[in-house]
Nanobody, 123 residues
Framework: QVHPVASGGGSVEAGGSLRLSCEFR????????MGWFRQAPGKEREGVAA???????TYADSVKGRFTISQDNAKNTLYLQMNSLKPEDTAMYYC?????????????????WGQGTQVTVSS
């Protein structure tokens, strides 16, 4: 079982930083694509950052220049470094993995999801 487990969320003031981690119980494999999504109360889940199996990285426009996605295959871990946080970044953050690029697969059909970690940014 891949069973990703996300951690690292918390409460920070605007302008602060957090680093989210997503540890995969079993490394899904080099052919898998991974990413981070978020869902704010009353809103749909949206893609934040993704890294494809060929290393291609994609960011949502709202986080470009502030967030950085990376992975450590030796540790079976996916990261999301979040800098210059804004109140509108407040959401539950989820990691995900699929054999296809996660920004292309419709969200309900993405194969593996972590349990979510809450990020709260105060103004």
């Amino acid at each position: 079982q891949v069973h990703p487990v996300a951690s690292g969320g918390g409460s920070v003031e605007a302008g602060g930083s957090l680093r989210l981690s997503c540890e995969f119980r079993e490394y899904p494999g080099e052919k898998y694509c991974m990413g981070w999504f978020r869902q704010a109360p009353g809103k749909e889940r949206e893609g934040v950052a993704a890294i494809d199996s060929d290393g291609t990285i994609t960011y949502a426009d709202s986080v470009k220049g502030r967030f950085t996605i990376s992975q450590d295959n030796a540790k079976n871990t996916l990261y999301l470094q979040m800098n210059s946080l804004k109140p509108e970044d407040t959401a539950m953050y989820y990691c995900a993995a699929d054999v296809n690029p996660v920004f292309i697969v419709e969200i309900p059909f993405i194969e593996h999801w972590g349990q979510g970690t809450q990020v709260t940014v105060s103004s």
